[in-house]
């Protein structure tokens, strides 16, 4: 195993050998370390340049057809695209991996796993910056302009697999609601695609994320579901020992077969075959054992987050549960509590450090989280599983719903239990470098205190001060000043989300695309509710985040305009802000919004332009609003570029909200002129594949006196105070 991690790293690699021979008096254990180091070295760097074989180099940067079969179902990003890994049916680099991406107006056909879909787009290879695509084996991405399904499906073995999964899935879902589907599939099969943003956060805050990942839970709960059922059926010990470990072979790839789950697969095999061998099981074996098969499978399994924490969590649970346990019980709490509180604490000190290094974020809710969910994570897996099993077999379904019914209870109270410990002051963490250097520290006192006795004083006292410190840290922030009027334009990636707070308050224009991180930005500008949402027209750069600010907190307003067109995503948001009872108005040019002190005046589009004028551009029909708060003017034109404020009655403003993310606008000049801003922002993302913001509308802009990018800038906040402006980036 020290051989395949060292692998990529000759220096570590000699190192380390240095050291096996030094192993006084041991010449032949020295010598069989040595040979087992460099063996492994040597067969993790032939495995890595086998894995990075490809013959894609002649084609790379070529635009046309390609044919591929999808890996993974579409996962949307930061920038508004959307990524999904594929592997290539067809052509050079035939069965080679690539990552398939496409901005937010490109619509992605309705195809399962396993499809074979058609991408009209450019092939280009991987940046330094997409090391994580690397690590899955992709070759190149494909920036798609355009996609579409044939209908085709792959087959042979992977095909079987697609389908069972398929199944398995529908066994899931049966009988639920798509929120606790969604969940479902998340628990029992590791797949949490569907589920929103903000749910996604509130698992995460709430230290409840490692549910929605496939892992060593879920195959202890198969095996402790299996064995006794096999022992109801009358089989013997060996029958029952080989046939739960065909269930773990077959669920191991019905999960996704990532790195967490294939640790807990290989360990749980493990076990089970020393069971069949009558040979008693050896943990710290069967983790090393887990380790290097995995990472002679990949060995850039090493650097994948999901490996790291699922190693230091089964490491952790082996050398500090047991202890914790121990303890517990000597102070009379109940087994049960024990075993969960145990298992948790050290799971939990185990992980800390690496999640704040990767997320920058650590979740101070997580034990009380954890220990209020327990009770119903095992009932919701074995009936998950159950259903599972009932969906595969087909003809089962109404047996899969009636056992969701109970599982439906179940994922309701996990589902509460993520959103009201994620909704407690200081819930989450933030950490930058140096808040993860002292977490880091924090967990190896705390780990001191439970492994050596007499450093349990000293390491206690530290850790109170240390939590007091990261209470105070993580406390909500402060609401901004009654008497201010706070612009954020906030960095969502490629879309437009502005935000506007004034006493007491709080008006969103625009959501982002879907994925972005939107709802944490609203939490870190202490935002609990929205008195009004404006949703200015339905491309999902600018609509794709609604579903999950309405799902995430109270809203009080949803405005939408009044232009005939129906259907589409904004029928969507309008169906979900009637389920949970939101008031809905549209509005049209010449009509007013207030929310206090504010007035937000909506200059287009005119009532019925859209059923007037069929076919007519998105972006034209888009609402164009002027926000109006005493002295102060703002300017939020949506994508509604020159060629419809051109024909508006325009004032001059104090700030301006760039239209269209910077693209080129011919009449922007004369706009400019126009409205004269003191202050402009264009809200556009990093990298983006549209080339916004254009040099044309930036060499137009550049007669405003200040303007700011939220791909260079981040968040732009302007306060304004009686007609002064300050402004404040990078929130």
């Known amino acids: 195993m020290a051989g395949l991690l060292a692998g990529p790293w000759p220096g570590v690699v000699l190192a380390l050998a240095v050291v096996a021979a030094l192993l006084g008096g041991r010449r032949a254990l020295a010598l069989g370390a040595l040979a087992g180091l460099l063996a492994g070295a040597w067969a993790g760097a032939a495995r890595t340049a086998a894995l990075d074989r490809t013959h894609l180099g002649s084609v790379l940067g070529r635009t046309g057809d390609l044919r591929i079969t999808l890996l993974e ?49 450019r092939l280009v290879g991987l940046r330094a910056r997409e090391g994580y695509l690397r690590r899955r084996n992709a070759h190149a991405v494909i920036l798609a302009s355009a996609i579409t399904a044939p209908g085709a499906r792959r087959g042979g073995l992977a095909g079987t697999l697609d389908r069972v999964r398929a199944r398995a899935e529908r066994g899931v879902s049966s009988g639920l609601d798509p929120p606790r589907a969604a969940l479902a599939r998340g628990m ?38 299996a064995l006794p059922a096999l022992a109801l059926l009358g089989c013997g010990l060996r029958a029952r020992l080989g046939a739960t ?8 790839p019905l999960a996704g077969a990532g790195p967490s789950i294939q640790r807990a697969g290989i360990m749980g095999a493990a076990g089970l075959i020393a069971g069949l061998a009558g040979r008693p099981t050896q943990r710290w074996y069967a983790v090393l054992l887990a380790a290097a098969v995995t990472l002679m499978i990949n060995p850039r399994s090493a650097q994948d987050p999901g490996w790291q924490l699922s190693f230091a969590a089964i490491i952790g649970i082996g050398l500090l549960a047991p202890r914790l346990r121990g303890g517990l019980a000597a102070r009379r709490v109940p087994p049960a509590l024990a075993e969960a509180a145990s298992i948790t604490a050290a799971a939990t000190l185990a992980t800390a450090p690496l999640l704040a290094l990767h997320f920058d974020r650590v979740s101070l809710a997580s034990g009380p989280a954890n220990l209020l969910a327990a009770p119903a994570v095992g009932p919701v897996m074995w009936l998950g599983m159950l259903a599972a099993l009932a969906g595969i077999a087909g003809v089962l379904l109404p047996v899969a719903g009636a056992l969701n019914a109970p599982a439906g209870l179940g994922l309701g109270f996990v589902g509460w239990v993520a959103h009201a410990t994620a909704g407690l002051p200081g819930a989450a963490l933030p950490t930058g470098p140096a808040g993860t250097a002292v977490i880091a520290a924090l967990c190896a006192l705390l780990a001191a205190a439970v492994l050596v006795r007499g450093a349990r004083v000293p390491a206690l006292l530290a850790a109170l001060v240390a939590a007091a410190a990261g209470l105070h ?90 232009d005939g067109i129906a259907g589409g995503p904004r029928a969507v948001i309008a169906a979900e802000a009637a389920r949970r009872g939101v008031r809905r108005i549209s509005v049209g040019a010449g009509e007013s919004v207030r929310a206090g002190p504010l007035e937000v005046r909506i200059l287009s589009p005119r009532r019925a332009t859209g059923a007037a004028v069929p076919g007519a551009a998105t972006n034209d029909l888009a609402i164009v609003a002027h926000v109006r708060d005493g002295p102060f003017d703002l300017l939020l034109p949506a994508d509604a570029e020159s060629n419809v404020q051109g024909a508006l009655v325009l004032p001059e403003v104090e700030a301006l909200k760039v239209a269209h993310h910077g693209s080129e606008d011919p009449g922007l000049p004369d706009l400019v002129a126009r409205l004269r801003p003191r202050l402009a922002v264009i809200e556009v993302g990093r990298r983006n594949t549209f080339g ?25 906040r302007l306060t304004v105070r009686a007609g002064r402006m300050t402004v404040a980036t990078g929130a």
């Open 73 to 121: 179902r579409p996962r949307p990003r930061r920038s508004g695209a959307q990524v999904a890994l594929a592997a290539i049916v067809s052509g050079p680099g035939r069965g080679e991996r690539v990552a398939l991406r496409s901005g937010p107006h490109v619509s992605w056909p309705q195809a399962a796993v396993g499809a074979e879909l058609v991408v009209r787009g």
């Open 245 to 252: 470990l065909v269930l773990v072979a077959i669920y191991v």
């Open 692 to 716: 916004h913001p254009r040099r044309q509308a930036l060499a137009a802009l550049a007669a405003v006196p200040a303007l700011y990018r939220t791909d260079r800038d981040g968040t732009v």
């Open 188 to 225: 029992v099969l590791g797949q949490d695609e569907a589920l929103s943003e903000g749910t996604r956060d509130e698992f995460r805050d709430s230290g409840l994320a490692h549910l929605l990942a496939a892992s060593g839970q879920n195959v202890m709960l198969l095996a402790a579901l």
């Open 473 to 562: 840290a993580a406390r909500p922030p402060a609401p901004p000043d009654p008497r201010d009027l706070v612009v954020s334009f906030l960095d969502i990636g490629q879309g437009d989300a502005t935000l506007l707070q004034r006493a007491g308050l709080t008006v969103l224009v625009d959501t982002g695309p879907p994925g972005s991180p939107l709802t944490g930005r609203l939490r870190a500008a202490g935002v609990r509710r929205l008195d009004v949402l404006v949703v200015t027209h339905g491309d999902a750069d600018h609509s794709g985040g609604a579903l999950d600010v309405l799902r995430s907190r109270p809203v009080g307003l949803l405005v939408m305009g009044a």
